[in-house]
Nanobody, 123 residues
Framework: QVQLVESGGGLVQAGGSLRLSCAHS????????MAWFRQAPGKEREFVAG????????DYADSVKGRFTISRDNGKNTVYLQMNSLKPEDTAVYYC????????????????WGQGTQVTVSS
């Protein structure tokens, strides 16, 4: 059973930065594609960024391109989301997700989810 634990959320002013981390408990972390999703109040969960098992391929939502960077350290079983130039509309609960399939923008492709970490951006 894989467990994902996110950390790094918090309150930041617009224009600021945060780095989220997601620790993967399994022994086969390098076999999983990883992604970050977010969900704002009253909205559906949406794809933010994804990274292939090797780290060689990444994908981003248009709304975060050029501001967010996803990366992974397979030696530490951890995936990161560096968020720069944050905007109030980035406020949401951010979830880490893992899949043994190809990284996708759709939630149902992911077998494992973390509990989420709150990111709040004040104007």
């Amino acid at each position: 059973q894989v467990q994902l634990v996110e950390s790094g959320g918090g309150l930041v002013q617009a224009g600021g930065s945060l780095r989220l981390s997601c620790a993967h408990s399994g022994r086969t972390f390098s076999s999983y594609g990883m992604a970050w999703f977010r969900q704002a109040p009253g909205k559906e969960r949406e794809f933010v960024a994804g990274i292939s098992w090797s780290g060689g391929s990444t994908d981003y939502a248009d709304s975060v391109k050029g501001r967010f960077t996803i990366s992974r350290d397979n030696g530490k079983n951890t995936v990161y989301l560096q968020m720069n130039s944050l905007k109030p509309e980035d406020t949401a609960v951010y979830y880490c997700a893992a899949t043994r399939r190809l990284v996708s923008t759709t939630t149902y492709e992911y077998e494992y989810w973390g509990q989420g970490t709150q990111v709040t951006v004040s104007s």
